[in-house]
């Protein structure tokens, strides 16, 4: 059974507060391997409520890109400046020091080499356009929305990425 529109659009309007609100109004799905292979561009970021974390972590500057690549290693960037087409080049081309893969429910399992702990975020594909009051970014279907948590499963940070083409 499909959600009303306009609860649709309500559900997503908390995307980032509330994915669980925006998963009742099947407006997300878990992640599949092949959602993710690609390069990635965040295009929305926020922090959760009450989150205790050190915001000023480098890990958290306005222009984030990943890279899933299909022999399930990743590479990630964080800048304070758009990255330049050489430097896009460049990330796509990084030796990954991070693997990564999916659970059955879509969690989005990373591990960097040599670290015991394995970082685990919850990995969302958006099914359908929705438009958010308060941002003039569209959400669109195949974009994903990646919500980090701590060690107590509680959401931490919450990221909605949006595929890049080659070329841009």
């Given at each position: 059974?499909?959600?009303?529109?306009?609860l649709?659009?309500?559900?997503?309007?908390?995307?980032?507060?509330?994915?669980?609100?925006?998963?009742?109004?099947?407006?997300l799905?878990?992640?599949?391997?092949?959602?993710?292979?690609?390069?990635?561009?965040?295009?929305?970021?926020?922090?959760?409520?009450?989150?205790?974390?050190?915001?000023?972590?480098?890990?958290?500057q306005?222009?984030?890109?990943?890279?899933?690549?299909?022999?399930?290693?990743?590479?990630?960037?964080?800048?304070?400046?758009?990255?330049?087409?050489?430097?896009?080049?460049?990330?796509?081309?990084?030796?990954?020091?991070?693997?990564?893969?999916?659970?059955?429910?879509?969690?989005?399992?990373?591990?960097?080499?040599?670290?015991?702990?394995?970082?685990?975020?919850?990995?969302?594909?958006?099914?359908?356009e929705?438009?958010?009051?308060?941002?003039?970014?569209?959400?669109?279907?195949?974009?994903?929305?990646?919500?980090?948590?701590?060690?107590?499963?509680?959401?931490?940070?919450?990221?909605?990425l949006?595929?890049?083409?080659?070329?841009?």
């Amino acid at each position: 059974m499909r959600a009303p529109r306009a609860l649709s659009s309500l559900a997503l309007a908390v995307l980032l507060a509330a994915p669980a609100l925006a998963e009742e109004a099947d407006v997300l799905r878990p992640c599949r391997r092949p959602d993710l292979i690609g390069f990635w561009q965040v295009i929305r970021f926020g922090f959760a409520i009450g989150a205790e974390i050190d915001r000023s972590d480098p890990a958290y500057q306005v222009h984030q890109h990943y890279v899933f690549n299909s022999n399930a290693t990743m590479a990630y960037a964080a800048s304070d400046a758009p990255p330049t087409p050489a430097e896009h080049r460049a990330l796509l081309r990084t030796p990954a020091t991070v693997t990564w893969a999916l659970d059955r429910s879509g969690r989005l399992l990373r591990q960097e080499a040599g670290a015991p702990r394995v970082a685990r975020t919850e990995c969302r594909v958006v099914t359908r356009e929705v438009r958010d009051p308060r941002s003039p970014v569209p959400v669109l279907p195949g974009d994903v929305l990646l919500t980090d948590q701590g060690e107590d499963e509680r959401p931490l940070t919450r990221r909605l990425l949006r595929k890049v083409q080659a070329g841009e």
